[in-house]
């Protein structure tokens, strides 16, 4: 099924083939009437699929409904959501995590994003098997200045609204 970016936005897709592999290292949505003082909002997500500038994913869509249209407090004055991935290796079925799929630019591509942003999420649910992945992105907040941090209690693609968003602390195990 092919999901549609939600109406209103403009997206920019920063994609990258190294060898025969292609790597997407970032996705920006922006709010077509935002105000260049809106707030930022970072998720870190898995590995993508095929979302890009012209369609979305199930995953991608899902999080721009969640800070753009559901009128949550948590996300009140957000005018651009820029989506990162532990993983930039692009892969919808049997995504196995190698070393190889982190992708050379990958890791400046997460703090750039974390920098930028006021708030961030982290889009991978209540678990993650990908431990380095996890305290790479955990030890990069860490060194930041404090943001408003959440968890999502499953991951997008499978999500629901319903406290699908939870605080979250890089205190917490």
């Not at 403009?10 to 709010?31: H, N, P, S």
């Not at 009437?33 to 199930?58: I, L, R």
């Not at 995504?95 to 630019?105: A, D, R, V």
């Not at 943001?147 to 605080?167: E, V």
Request: hydrophobic share 40%; charged share 20%; net charge negative.
């Amino acid at each position: 099924m092919i999901y549609e970016h939600i109406d209103g936005v403009k997206v920019t897709a920063q994609f990258a083939w190294e060898g025969d592999l292609r790597y997407r290292y970032q996705l920006e949505i922006v709010l077509n009437d935002a105000a260049h003082t809106g707030k930022t909002v970072c998720v870190v997500m898995q590995n993508p699929s095929y979302a890009g500038e012209d369609v979305a994913d199930k995953s991608v869509q899902f999080m721009e409904k969640v800070v753009f249209k559901k009128g949550l407090a948590e996300f009140e004055g957000v005018s651009r959501l820029i989506v990162v991935n532990q993983f930039a290796f692009i892969q919808t079925n049997s995504f196995q995590g190698l070393p190889h799929e982190i992708g050379s630019l990958n890791d400046a591509a997460i703090r750039a994003a974390l920098f930028e942003s006021d708030i961030v999420i982290l889009g991978w649910g209540s678990s993650n098997r990908f431990e380095q992945r996890k305290a790479f992105v955990l030890g990069l907040l860490g060194e930041m200045e404090p943001k408003a941090l959440y968890m999502t209690r499953m991951h997008p693609s499978r999500g629901r609204y319903d406290n699908f968003i939870q605080p979250y602390s890089i205190l917490e195990p």
